[in-house]
């Protein structure tokens, strides 16, 4: 009877801890959100990267977009390429909290002193994390149509989003990593 009294306290002991962990854990999905750091790093730069170069082969000698150029496989990456790239920016444009880094000891390029640190991009974001999210957000449109112009095979509309997407990372660039400093003369 005593043994079994014990078992239940142990039991029930082990329930409450259980239930403690539980409720660390956020319901929605947010968690699994990756620093910008990381989705930089492991996503956006090699994935963009790969979808300017194979996106330049869907184009005849005179310039044009022709899609007669591509194969299917090339097709295919370039879904998947855009895909990983709307994936990681719809987390950071839903995540609560946007994080820079997941440990301060880590250097971002261009860091010094011409370039912000991590803590600085951090509070940049922090003034104004709506925009960013925003930002995050335009990403992982023009990241879509990549994937429909790969679906639908349409030379044009690749063509398009090729050349929009340099300016989708610039704009989030110029407010969050390197923007104007206070008082510096305005670029010419
Ligand atoms: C929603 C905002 C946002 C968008 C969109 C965005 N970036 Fe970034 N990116 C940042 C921020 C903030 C940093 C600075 C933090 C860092 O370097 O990790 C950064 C850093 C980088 C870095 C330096 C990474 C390093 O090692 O520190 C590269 C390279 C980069 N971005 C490329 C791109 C490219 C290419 C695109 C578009 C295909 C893009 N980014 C789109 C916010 C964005």
């Not at 043994?3 to 002991?13: A, E, K, R, V």
């Not at 963009?48 to 090339?74: F, I, R």
């Not at 895909?83 to 880590?106: F, H, M, R, Y």
């Not at 990549?146 to 929009?164: C, I, N, P, R, W």
Request: a negative charge.
């Amino acid at each position: 009877m005593r043994i079994s009294i014990y078992g239940l306290g142990l039991t029930m002991g082990l329930l409450a801890l259980a239930g403690c962990g539980q409720g660390k854990t956020p319901a929605t999905p947010v968690a699994s959100a990756p620093t910008v750091h990381e989705a930089m790093a492991n996503t956006v730069v090699p994935k963009s990267t790969a979808l300017w170069e194979t996106a330049a082969k869907a184009t005849n000698d005179a310039g044009d977009p022709d899609g007669s150029k591509m194969t299917d496989a090339q097709w295919t990456q370039i879904a998947a390429d855009a895909q990983a790239i709307s994936d990681v920016a719809n987390k950071l444009g839903n995540a609560e909290t946007i994080k820079v880094l997941a440990d301060p000891s880590l250097k971002i390029q261009d860091e010094g002193p011409q370039g912000a640190s991590g803590a600085q991009v951090q509070a940049f974001i922090d003034k104004d994390p709506a925009a960013f999210k925003a930002f995050a957000k335009a990403l992982a449109a023009n990241s879509d149509a990549f994937v429909a112009a790969a679906h639908a095979k349409d030379a044009v509309k690749l063509g398009a989003a090729s050349d929009a997407l340099d300016g989708v990372c610039e704009a989030c660039h110029m407010k969050f990593w390197y923007p104007p400093k206070p008082g510096a003369p305005p670029a010419t």
